[in-house]
């Protein structure tokens, strides 16, 4: 298989009581493996696509063949936003950053407790599933949500934070 998925980096309960276990199993083992295993579904009938990382694919979507662009638009999408998602979360974690983010937060929206209330508003406003994501444009932080699966990648923009909003992400 080009691509795998990859392991959950801590158990599947670690994240309690902010996200369940049951959610993440579910999120982890069933939904994310459906978008690796879809994205090898493309590769299947497109061989050279396999080649490149799932970032290099997303990064110029208009050069994959039409028959499968849709395909890996979705499910590479969902395979690389997923895996910066298990990575950007951890068990007793939070807090305030520090360091160079810390001053470009303050920079941009003032302080830490405005710039969440910011990502709150921000993401809260996303109509049906996607995700809200922090880029970097133009020197300047930005709070911004896509649709579905999209990934700012595609707009060669590799995103700093991204927050899962899709009902699967918490409802249980
Ligand atoms: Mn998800």
Known sequence: ?????????????????????ATMKVHHDKHHQTYVT??????EKHP????????ELLADLASIPEDV????RNNGGGHVNHTMFWQ?????????????????ISKD???????KKRVVATTAKQFGSGWGVLVFQGGKLEIATKPNKDWPLSDGLPPTLANDVWAHAYDL
């Not at 068990?91 to 810390?102: L, R, T, V």
């Open 1 to 21: 298989m080009a691509f795998e998925l990859p392991p959950l980096p801590y158990d599947y309960a670690a994240l309690e009581p902010t996200i369940d276990e």
């Open 109 to 115: 929206f003032g302080s830490f407790a405005d710039f």
């Open 48 to 55: 050279e696509l396999g080649k490149k990382t799932p970032e």
């Open 38 to 43: 879809n994205l090898n579904g493309a590769v």
């Open 69 to 72: 662009r849709a395909t890996v």
């Open 88 to 104: 950007i979360m951890k068990p007793k974690g939070g807090g305030e950053p520090s360091g160079e983010i810390a001053t470009q």
